[in-house]
């Protein structure tokens, strides 16, 4: 079981819809999630950051975790083609909760056509 | 602007040479920094963390004779491909977190551009 897993896609969803990307990850211990955005050919920015269960938002995008079944989501409303890249989801490595260090899922391919 | 920089952003070496690739921290000292490599279409698979005044810890299967790391100062990480074949194509990525930054604040990993290597 791979340590933090995502559809690879392409999640294809018309302009102006919600689009829902999922990550589950295997480590219980894990406090920390992040979800980037990474645009072919380069390195990847900072979508969202949560470290407690339920919703945040910010702006179109909203990050919900669930611990307990751990289990990670981003929501982005109202789709633009600009949000066409893949989504990766980070969870940080156990035993290094402050250091940074990050595993990442395989990413999910959003589609957001016109 | 960039608080992690890499350089180069894309080296060509020919098959057998060695090429070496830095990151550094610009507005921060990082004594923790991380490679990671990315082969088309694939995610992030981390290599490596690079430990200021010791030795880099490797992930399993990564050949720590083959891809040397070295962070003599607290903003600089520089990572060597030695002996490069064509299959080290790829690209590199370093980051970093700024040890001051709150963890709660959200944004504080910080990642270099990347660095396209292409092995000929």
């Known amino acids: 079981q791979k340590e933090v897993e995502q559809n690879s896609g392409p999640l294809s969803v018309p302009e102006g819809a919600i689009a829902s990307l999922n990550c589950t990850y295997s480590d219980r211990g894990s406090q920390s999630f992040f979800w980037y955005r990474q645009y072919s050919g380069k390195s990847p920015e900072l979508i969202m950051s949560?470290?407690?269960?339920g919703d945040k938002e910010d702006g179109r995008f909203t990050a919900q975790l669930n611990k307990a079944s751990q289990y990670v989501s981003l929501l982005i409303r109202d789709s633009q083609p600009s949000d066409s890249a893949t989504y990766l989801c980070a969870v940080n490595h156990r035993g290094s909760s402050n250091t940074g260090k990050l595993i990442f899922g395989q990413g999910t391919t959003l589609q957001v056509k016109p | 602007g960039a608080v992690v920089s890499q350089h180069p952003s894309r080296v060509i070496c020919k098959s057998g040479t060695s090429v070496k690739i830095e990151c550094r921290s610009l507005d921060f000292q990082a004594t923790t920094m991380f490679w990671y490599r990315q082969f088309p279409k694939k995610s992030l698979m981390l290599m490596a963390t690079s430990n200021e005044g010791s030795k880099a810890t490797y992930e399993q299967g990564v050949e720590k004779d083959k891809f040397l790391i070295n962070h003599a100062s607290l903003t600089l990480s520089t990572l060597t491909v030695t002996s490069a074949h064509p299959e080290d194509s790829s690209f590199y990525i370093c980051?970093?977190?700024?040890?001051?930054?709150?963890?709660?604040?959200?944004?504080?990993?910080?990642f270099g551009e990347g660095s396209w290597l292409t092995v000929v």
């Open positions: 980051s970093a977190r700024d040890p001051l930054d709150s963890w709660s604040s959200g944004n504080t990993i910080y």
């Open positions: 949560i470290y407690s269960n």
